[in-house]
């Protein structure tokens, strides 16, 4: 895989996706596609005390909304024409793909390690993966894109064979794709804005990425400065998850969701100096694709913030809390809202 010389990122990831003004990440052939780049622990953690705080596996819910999620992802990334040739001919070579993609994105050191795809019962993909960077999240994306190359419905198991390495399998069924329901995605404001990270003058990627370590073999990315491990993925997919958790368990999410990455922020993992020089959170959000910091103001003992072009803005609201928590080392009392034209702002004062 080719790498920038200038800030050593996968060209594949800086040439596929666009930093825009507006703090977001976007997929360059397909804008209405946002991504996220975000710090793995913060994914895990989250999922963690949800399903601490709901008393619930969530392991399905994450499959089955991943799955859905990647469908849509991976339709638009593999051409109709591409996948009717595959059939005729072969399907390693956008199995392998896909497969480095994911590396990529880091993912995990995935592997292809069988594939029998002969267009009946039976037919299988597996794939090893050693440190996947979300397990369930990952075998979602496996089924998922696996029903794009098969054009049939798809169902996914793994085992782990030893420590840190799964084997993962999606067995192809004889049940045409079409007839799944999809998914609804989030519409997200995109305004132009303030956010203009620097960028590389190698690939035209930010030029912050330079430091960040991608070992494409191991496909994992982490932060050099605190050795913190990083990840590509759609927000909406982890939208999706949390609005099929509300359908199913009829209960605020939006409460539980926030307080999971209030103590979160509050374990210390994130570092309180970059939220109070504004350009620094700026750019913090905008290189994550979270939006376009307007305004973020500190007076007396309230902290104010405005974003424009938010994505999981229950994360946000759940962030901007913890880190008054941290900074005035107290307990904070938030209030948010969600403009119509996609606008946040949060306010925490003292409880
Ligand atoms: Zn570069």
């Known amino acids: ?29 397909n804008p ?32 089955e909304s991943q ?12 051409p109709s024409l591409a996948r009717k040739i595959m059939r005729v001919t072969s399907y390693k070579p956008v199995v392998r793909s896909l497969v480095e993609l994911g590396r990529t994105m880091g ?6 390690l069988d594939l ?13 993966i050693r440190d996947a960077y979300f397990l369930p999240g990952f075998c979602g994306t496996v089924a998922g894109a696996m029903e794009v190359v098969s054009g049939h419905e798809c169902s996914v198991s ?41 960028v590389c003058p190698g690939c035209g990627g930010p030029e912050i990425l330079a430091d960040y370590d991608f070992d494409l073999a191991a496909g994992v990315i982490s932060r050099r400065a605190s050795g913190r491990r990083m990840v590509f993925n759609g927000p909406a997919e982890f939208e999706a998850i949390l609005d ?36 620094m959170f700026r750019d913090h959000l905008a290189l994550r694709g979270f939006g376009n910091l307007k305004d973020i103001s500190f007076s007396g003992e309230r902290l104010r913030v405005h974003l424009e072009n938010p994505c999981l803005h229950l994360l946000l609201v759940g962030l901007v809390l913890g880190f008054f928590e941290l900074v005035f080392k107290r307990e904070g009392k938030v209030e948010w809202e969600l403009a119509p034209g996609g606008d946040l702002t949060v306010e925490v004062t003292p409880a």
């Open 67 to 78: 799955r859905k999620a990647t469908y849509d992802y991976v339709d638009t990334i593999v």
């Open 158 to 198: 793994y085992r782990e064979t030893s420590p840190g390495y799964h084997e993962v399998t999606t067995s192809v069924s004889t049940h045409p794709r079409e007839l799944v329901e999809r998914l609804q995605w989030r519409e997200y404001s995109n305004k132009p804005g303030n956010a203009a990270l620097q």
């Open 32 to 63: 209405s596609h946002r991504m996220i780049f975000i710090e793995n622990d913060n994914i895990l953690e989250v999922f963690n005390l949800v399903e601490e705080m709901v008393g619930l596996s969530l392991e399905r819910l994450v499959i």
């Open 116 to 128: 029998h795809i002969k267009r009946s019962e039976g037919d299988f993909v597996q794939l090893g």
């Open 107 to 112: 993912f995990g050191g995935i592997s292809l």
């Open 244 to 279: 099929e958790l509300e359908g199913e368990l009829g209960e605020d999410i939006s409460r539980i969701l926030i307080e999971a990455q209030r103590r979160f922020v509050k374990m210390g993992f994130y570092d309180t100096g970059e939220v109070q020089d504004t350009g």
């Open 1 to 29: 895989m080719k790498t920038c010389s200038a800030c050593g990122a996968p060209r594949k990831l800086t040439g596929n996706h666009r930093w825009l003004s507006g703090g977001t990440i976007v997929e360059k052939s």
